[in-house]
């Protein structure tokens, strides 16, 4: 028999499948077997095999036999070998790196395996009166411990001996009356989460919702569904009717940060029966809950993006919340949007899709309008709380009246009464940090890493300096590198520094602060949310991380400092996140008791944008957005691609982005009226830990956009190699 596998491998060269014999009585090969392959000269690699078949057109002599499988149960199913084929073609990357999407990556290498613990237990053939007859009345722990075993059952290994002594548990293994056995422990995540479940009564809406979304005949459904309109309870109950029909179900959620808070509410409900998959486990526990859906021993998967790739069978519903959210599509390869995969995979196991979101994204609602996916409205929060009133600080007018604080004087005074009445108050800012840049003042330098074109964030708690793309660290400076002026200006709050002049306004007022320095430790961010959930701060202080979906019913006060940070972004979507952003920070307030306030502040008070946001009125927001794209040709009227070119010789990176622009303006020729634009420059960040980028912008008629990006890719993946890497992006999340 013979067995096409892929191995595990980076270079693209190597995108091919290589066939390997085996044995037929061998039948642990199978479809999807991880295995050990030889490879080149005298190397052994990993690979996985994504066909078996009985006949080879390579001499049998050539073929070399597959030297081990790796795990009984093949890591791979059929569907996900069919996705991996998908991610293969829709997102340009070799079929070895999107396989790994597909498995834990410390289970590649072999480098965990499963946690076995000795166990023991009395021996079949004894029963407690047998035992106590062979063993000398003297060995009184012997005796004891058997007492205990026929009581009590099968014990660890290292609590019997801790009970009973070492010598006496090893001397009754010897005579064979106790067994000592090997026994898997499953690591498990958020052993400590408290749960509870208490059913509630789904109102009228949320049944009508179920319902549509169980009685329709449309693939796919989105739900517009207002903060705190209970789109939870929805999903819970579609999963828990899919589970009843023996399907499994995949329930995603936009953040690392919300998963603890969402996987609480599935274990209260289901049990084991939920899985959670995130890059914040430990190793041990990530290896173990994906192998608990892998055998089916957990039904339903919870995570961020990456939980698309769950190992189960027999999906019914994939569930995507806050599905508008930019941490749906990856930005490093392979570049997938999870929504397409979603899609895909609902498609293939014939499953139902929902998205759910307060603020859907202009694609998918134009979508919903169309008919091409179910719509389902739900307008009213559940018990009936109006939206929190938002008010407008012109931090224009602040700035005249001298208030040089990160807090207008509206959200100062609100704030007070906000603690004085004994709640909590959330303050939103998208940078973290202390200052987003050091400027000097007297020639105007600002300081900036030295592998990136870019500034660099002044951090207090480190004092230090550090770039936030590619990590660096450096030391603060305490005079100007340029001039040796000691004259240095902090320019752009961070949410450091908010923290520290929130401290000096309120001495008394508790504190927590929640963004990617504070959540680096493994469930920071549980911790940060529970502390404040439980009423240990008063004040959060945070970056989008605090934006989405939490639930704290004390929170009567959302402070946003800058609303405009997005605004002024330079990407056809920046009124879109503007919009969604500010709906749901908002949303964080006034959930339950009394009704919720927020500030946002601005200095573009006009904005159109920002009027539709504090009024709620999406539907005036996608009208206006939705012409505004169909005007200038963007998304979803056309796809953005870019073809990015970045390497560490500027001019050979240079050279390599004329030539790969020359040839792609044969296709720009052949297809002039499906293209609304078509340019080579630099990138926006020209160069990026220590390389040069440059960039091919095009923007495409949507219906074509899938072939013509077909031929790009074959126009230039031909110039990707070792010093220049050439990377094709659809419809990417940021162009920087
Ligand atoms: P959304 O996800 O739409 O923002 P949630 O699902 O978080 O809203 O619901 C908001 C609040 O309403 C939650 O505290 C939830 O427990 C509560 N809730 C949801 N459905 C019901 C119901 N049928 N009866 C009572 N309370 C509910
Ligand atoms: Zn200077
Ligand atoms: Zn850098």
New binding site residues.
């Given amino acids: 028999m013979f067995a096409d596998v892929i191995v595990d491998i980076t270079h693209s060269e190597v995108d091919k499948i290589f066939e390997y014999s085996f044995v037929e009585t061998d039948c642990q090969v199978k479809l999807g077997s991880r295995v050990r392959v030889p490879f080149g000269a005298g190397k052994k690699v990993e690979g996985i095999v994504i066909g078996v078949k009985e006949t080879s057109i390579y001499p049998v002599e050539k073929i070399k036999p597959i030297i081990e499988v790796l795990e009984e149960t093949p890591a791979l199913t059929e569907e996900t070998l069919a996705l991996t084929d998908f991610v293969c073609k829709k997102c340009y990357v070799t079929k070895a790196s999107a396989l790994r999407l597909f498995l834990p990556s410390e289970m590649r290498k072999g480098k965990i395996k499963e946690k076995f613990v000795k166990y023991a237990c009395l021996a079949e053939n004894y029963t407690l009166s047998s035992a106590t007859e062979e063993i000398k009345k003297t060995a009184k722990k012997q005796l004891e411990a058997v007492s205990y075993l026929a009581v009590v059952g099968e014990t660890q290994l290292v609590e019997l001996a801790e009970k009973f002594g070492r010598s006496a548990i090893t001397a009754l293994a010897e005579k064979g009356i106790v067994n000592i056995f090997d026994k898997q422990q499953l690591r498990k995540p958020y052993e400590n989460i408290n749960t509870g479940y208490t059913p509630?009564?789904?109102?009228a809406k949320?049944l009508e919702a179920v319902k549509t979304v169980q009685s329709t005949d449309k693939r796919i459904t989105l739900i517009h569904?207002v903060?705190?309109?209970?789109?939870?309870?929805v999903y819970l109950k579609l999963i828990s009717d899919v589970i009843e029909s023996g399907k499994t179900a995949i329930m995603l959620v936009p953040e690392i940060a919300l998963t603890p808070q969402m996987f609480r509410q599935l274990r209260a409900r289901f049990g084991d029966l939920c899985a959670i998959l995130h890059s914040g486990l430990s190793a041990g526990e990530r290896f173990d809950e994906w192998w608990r859906l892998r055998s089916g021993d957990a039904r339903i998967a919870i995570g961020a993006r990456s939980a698309i790739f769950a190992p189960l069978e027999n999906v019914g519903l994939i569930v995507v919340d806050e599905e508008h959210d930019g941490s749906y599509s990856s930005e490093s390869n392979p570049r997938y949007d999870t929504i397409d995969v979603a899609k895909f995979r609902a498609e293939y196991s014939n499953a139902k899709l929902v998205l759910g979101s307060?603020t859907p994204s202009v694609d998918s609602y134009l979508k919903a309008t169309t008919g091409e996916y179910g719509l389902i409205k739900m307008p009213d929060r559940?018990?009936g709380k109006p939206l929190p009133r938002v008010e407008i600080a012109d931090m224009r007018g602040e700035i005249r009246r001298g208030n040089n604080s990160p807090f207008s004087s509206a959200l100062k005074s609100e704030l007070e009464a906000c603690l004085n009445a004994g709640n909590q108050a959330i303050i939103f800012l998208n940078q973290r940090g202390y200052s987003k840049t050091v400027v000097c003042t007297e020639c105007g330098h600002v300081v900036k890493c030295g592998a990136c074109d870019v500034s660099l964030t002044y951090h207090m708690e480190d004092n230090a300096l550090l770039c936030h793309y590619c990590g660096a660290k450096y030391k603060m400076i305490t005079s100007c590198v340029e001039c040796g002026s000691k004259f240095l200006r902090y320019g752009g709050t961070g949410t450091e520094r908010v923290v520290k002049e929130l401290s000096n306004l309120f001495p008394n007022a508790r504190i927590l602060r929640m963004d990617r320095d504070t959540t680096q430790s493994k469930e920071g961010h549980f911790k940060i949310l529970s502390e404040f959930s439980q009423k240990k701060a008063d004040i959060l202080v945070g970056t989008q991380m605090i934006a989405k979906g939490h639930?704290f019913p004390s929170v009567t006060l959302v402070g946003i400092l800058d609303a405009d940070a997005s605004l002024h972004f330079s990407d056809y979507r920046s009124a879109e996140r503007t919009f969604q952003l500010i709906t749901q920070v908002a949303g964080r307030s006034g959930?339950a008791g009394e009704t919720g306030k927020v500030v946002l502040q601005t200095y573009s008070p006009e904005n159109p944008v920002l009027r539709q946001a504090v009024r709620y009125d999406y539907t005036s927001f996608f009208n206006r957005e939705i012409s505004v794209r169909k005007a200038t040709g963007f998304p979803p009227y056309t796809k953005v691609v870019r073809v990015l070119i970045s390497g560490e010789d500027e001019q050979e990176t240079l050279e390599v982005t004329e030539k790969a622009y020359r040839e792609m303006q044969k296709t720009y020729a052949e297809n002039i009226d499906k293209f609304r634009f078509f340019g080579c420059m630099k990138a926006p960040i020209k160069r990026l830990q220590n390389k040069f980028r440059f960039q091919v912008l095009m923007r495409i008629e949507t219906e074509v956009a899938d072939l013509i990006c077909d031929k790009i890719y074959q126009t230039v993946k031909k110039y990707n190699g070792k010093r220049v890497g050439v990377y094709l992006e659809i419809n990417p999340n940021n162009l920087t």
């Fill in positions: 509630v009564q789904l109102t949320q569904g903060t705190g309109s209970g789109k939870t309870e307060a559940i018990n639930d959930r």
